[in-house]
């Protein structure tokens, strides 16, 4: 069993930054596929990033070279990287875990941290 929890969200100016965190309990984490998504009001959960278990990277193309996923196996952490924000990240962000995939079926959610970027 695999408990994430999400921190850092908030409030930020378009052109701001913002690392979201997700920390998790269970020992098996730090060999998982990991995943951030989002769910931008009105719209459909998406992707943003993730790990695939063999430690290689995907992005979103809304977010190639402003947003960079990354772990620390030794804290049992993850984290989301946003940098240049632009009012259309505005979202409810997702961490999630899975021994296989980290997609929408993924077996371990976050909560979810909000963030919103005003312009």
């Known amino acids: 069993q695999v408990q994430l929890v999400e921190s850092g969200g908030g409030l930020v100016q378009a052109g701001g930054s913002l690392r979201l965190s997700c920390v998790a309990s269970?020992?098996?984490?730090?060999?998982?596929?990991v995943g951030w998504y989002r769910q931008p009001p009105g719209k459909r959960r998406e992707l943003v990033a993730s790990?695939?278990?063999?430690?290689?990277?995907n992005y979103a193309d809304s977010v190639k070279d402003r947003f960079y996923i990354s772990r620390d196996k030794d804290k049992n952490t993850m984290y989301l990287q946003m940098n240049n924000l632009k009012p259309d990240d505005t979202a409810v962000y997702y961490c999630?875990?899975?021994?296989?995939?980290?997609?929408?079926?993924?077996?371990?959610w976050g909560q979810g941290t909000q963030v919103t970027v005003s312009s």
């Open positions: 790990i695939t278990t063999g430690g290689m990277t």
């Open positions: 999630n875990a899975d021994p296989d995939v980290a997609g929408p079926l993924a077996l371990y």
């Open positions: 269970g020992s098996f984490f730090s060999i998982y596929a």
